[in-house]
């Protein structure tokens, strides 16, 4: 569903993506994790479309940046950026005549209610608190049904309630055969139905198994992520 090969993305002198290279199945949800500055959210980006990048990315066999790619792919940006001057309601619809979507009013209250942006509806996005911003932002990107979702960093800024409802609705989607990539730098955020993890650390990828994988080596994630990143596993872990 995705192929990411090779993509070596640099700021000037800063090499934020280095030779980052892997596949993902279709159905499967995979935890993009690592430290801050690792380098996740510009592969998302990248992956999205939105930088230059050197290496190739194509999302079911078309380039990412191709008409039929961008038709498969959403992406939740780790920073929302809403319309001051729309209401919630109104860029749920201004969303929709982009995607020429039909049929969507239901889909829309059904968001709505799980978020709970209901009474939310008539305000502008600038009236919207950091958290209601992160949650219309997910709304938008889950709209179109999306066959591959990108997901930066989407736990920060979330009431509980709200994190519950992002996990169940991931593993609905996965369940619904869409294909998900999770970045996040906290490792407590992940213990929801995942299949495959990629640890980046100074813009490489450092790993890249999947749960049975590392299941079958009695490792957990957080003791592969600390023996990737620092070389260490964490005092007191168990083997
Ligand atoms: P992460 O999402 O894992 O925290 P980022 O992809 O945001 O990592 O950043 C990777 C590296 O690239 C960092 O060193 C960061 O400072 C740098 N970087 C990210 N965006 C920019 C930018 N727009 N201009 C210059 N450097 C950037």
Redesign the pocket.
Known sequence: MLDVRHITKK??K?T?CDDVSFRLEPGSVTVLL?P???????LLKSVAGFLKYQGSITVGGFPNKSVEARRLLGYIPEMPSLYPNLTVSEHMEFLARAYRLTDYAGRVDELFRRFELEDKRRKFGDELSKGMQQKLSICLGLLPEPKLILLDEPMIGLDPHAIKELKLIIEELRAQGRTMLV?T?IIDSVDMLWDRTVI?DG?RVRANVTRGELEKDGRTLEQLFFEVTEGTAPEGGEA
């Open positions: 700021y000037g800063v934020a690592g801050n500055g690792a380098g996740k959210s510009t970045s730098h980046m813009g």
